[in-house]
């Protein structure tokens, strides 16, 4: 089972602008009030979880304890926000940014994504296509396999669906929101 590493997490977050002032003496000090900040902050803890790893909930604990000083409410946030699911005493990964080989990227040259962060373009839900990598206000990204037109019977409503072997995930998107892609190569 790999190990979680919170010495990584931390150094993700003091190298991220946006996140950096929740950071205090080596921890997490305070949780994000805004939602679209504390989805990013989760989205990075979650990165440390293997994807397809179930992880004892001692385990996960102590990580998240070196973390936050209310570690139960960290995690209690990462399954709310379906970064992480629960059963039988056990947590895995079910949500948030998969990173080729697993883990915080940080200023780590194995995380280098080889310049694609340069090919990112706005556009609207119409102008992504099956494969296209789509990151939302909210920060969280969709790796879209499909999607859905006229989603609950809405017209201007779409579901861009991620269905990988790391996750899968619907996220509804109403026409006219612009969001950034990352074009499929």
Known sequence: MPDLQPQRVLAAL???ERL???LRDGQI???PARRARRLLLLDVIAQAFEPGTRYPERQVSLFLRALHPDYAALRRYLVDDEFLSRSGGEYWRSGGTV???GGPAGDDPQWDD???ADTWVKGAVTDVQPGDRVRLASGRE?????IETNFMGRENS???IE???????KQPVRDGVELEILRAT
Do not use: Q
């Open 142 to 146: 969709v790796l879209v396999s499909r």
């Open 20 to 22: 950096r002032p929740f």
């Open 114 to 116: 080889g310049g694609m």
């Open 99 to 101: 990173v080729p080989g």
């Open 29 to 31: 000090a305070v949780m």
């Open 158 to 160: 779409f579901a861009l």
């Open 163 to 169: 269905d990988t072997p790391e996750r899968w995930f």
């Open 14 to 16: 003091d190298g991220d």
